[in-house]
């Protein structure tokens, strides 16, 4: 009985230690778990210092950039007891990247964010969009590129279109034109053609007088007219731009007299005396006339790149002689600009004036490399104009008027400049 007794006791104490062992094995389990967790945990808590870190440099460059305070493209400093090292690009394409490296205890984390000018695409499909109003082209006058005209294409001795012409609609017509083939183009769509000289094909239901080189489609009606490529929102957003710089009353650059000038609205009239220079650094707002007296240049700021800027006016434009229009790569000399890089200067007349006698814009002789656009009246191109695009609800191009397109303004960026708006395009962690 007492060695039974003996093994029982064994037994006993056996279980026990067997119990405490599992029970030790399952709290150093849980001690360890915890104390993993707690480095994990510590782990993100320190990583996520880090990143906030990180940020607050970002907010930090771009407070500096928006603000136009002084910065170094790349400084230190810290944060509570983390700290990051920000870098800022040079601008390249009206755009600056920055990074933003976060340390806290050795834990990195990096941020980077696009700092760019805000742009609006506008698309010009044709070398001259037209409205119901109609094209008029006296002796001589050029088109290098497509037209659309939602009224009728009317021309005169040896007027040319290098490109396609179309008149829309069941009441289109297209008169006493010579449409010639250029990369392409050199075709005639309009209800009725007269007195045409048509290089390749034809689509019409009425014709005579014409001869066609190509192809004869009928019967065919002119396609549907089309809306101006510019909408009243785009251009209610250019004036809140120029109005973001702050307003001045009236504006007036004398004669040989250089400025810069933007983003700003001008409450009246704008007007360049003969040979002043103006640089335009953002979107320019007139809500009165603007004018420009003969031999004057503008110009875009460097800034601009590869955008394109605008100025908008409530009133009627005037362009008189010899007036040039440079892009971002600025004016060379002899009434030129310096091999171009893609940047134009576009004139908008918000105006409704119909009448040909007293148009939205006006231009005299000379007028060179600028883009016109009449959201609501009529543009007379004198002789001699040599633009790059032009839109209106009518236009008039006198004699020796030419304008030549150019491929870049199917997709063209108007920026609203190095001093007006900029936006974060993008904000990540990378690495």
Not at 315 to 329: A, L, T
């Amino acid at each position: 009985m007492k060695k039974i007794s003996i093994q029982n006791g064994f037994a006993a104490l056996f279980i026990t230690i067997l119990i405490l062992a599992v029970i030790f094995a399952i709290g150093l389990s849980v001690a360890v778990l915890t104390l993993g967790q707690q480095i994990i945990s510590g782990n993100i808590t320190k990583s996520s210092q880090s990143y906030f870190t990180a940020e607050a440099g970002i907010e930090d460059a771009l407070l500096r950039l928006s603000k136009a305070k002084p910065f170094v493209s790349s400084y230190f400093f810290s944060v509570g007891t983390s700290s990051t090292t920000v870098g800022i690009s040079d601008e390249i394409g009206g755009a600056r990247t920055i990074t933003a490296l976060g340390n806290f205890q050795n834990r990195l984390r990096k941020v980077q964010t696009v700092y760019q000018i805000s742009t609006e695409d506008v698309e010009f499909y044709y070398g001259i969009q037209v409205g119901d109003l109609g094209l008029q082209m006296a002796g001589n006058a050029v088109v290098h590129g497509n037209i659309f005209s939602n009224g009728p294409v009317n021309g005169a001795s040896n007027t040319k279109i290098y490109g396609d012409a179309i008149s829309a609609g069941p009441t289109g017509s297209i008169n006493t034109m010579k449409i010639k083939s250029s990369e392409g183009g050199g075709s005639a769509w309009a209800t009725t053609l007269q007195n045409c000289t048509i290089d390749i094909d034809a689509h019409y239901t009425n014709i005579s007088g014409c001869s066609v080189g190509g192809s004869h489609y009928m019967p065919e009606e002119g396609p549907a007219p089309q809306d101006m490529p510019i909408t009243q929102d785009q251009i209610t957003t250019w004036k809140n731009d120029a109005a973001n710089g702050g307003t001045i009353a009236g504006y007036s650059l004398g004669g040989n007299d250089t400025d810069f000038l933007g983003p700003v609205k001008v409450d009246g009239d704008m007007t360049l005396d003969s040979n002043a220079k103006l640089t335009i650094t953002g979107t320019i707002w007139v809500t009165g006339n603007l004018s420009l007296n003969s031999n004057t240049v503008i110009q875009l700021d460097p800034g601009y790149s590869s955008f394109s800027g605008v100025i908008v006016a409530d009133g009627q434009i005037s362009v008189d002689s010899n007036v040039v229009f440079c892009g971002s790569e600025g004016y060379k000399s002899g009434g030129k600009c310096n091999p171009s890089v893609g940047s134009y200067i576009m004139l908008l007349s918000t105006n409704n004036s119909t009448n040909p006698s007293s148009p939205a814009i006006s231009t005299t002789s000379n007028t060179k490399t600028a883009i016109l656009y009449a959201s609501s009246g009529f543009i007379e191109l004198s002789s001699n104009a040599k633009l790059k695009e032009a839109t209106g609800c009518g236009i008039y191009m006198s004699s020796n008027a030419e304008v030549t397109y150019e491929t870049g303004l199917a997709d063209i960026r108007f920026s609203s400049g190095p001093g007006g708006r900029w936006e974060v395009t993008s904000w990540k962690e990378v690495e």
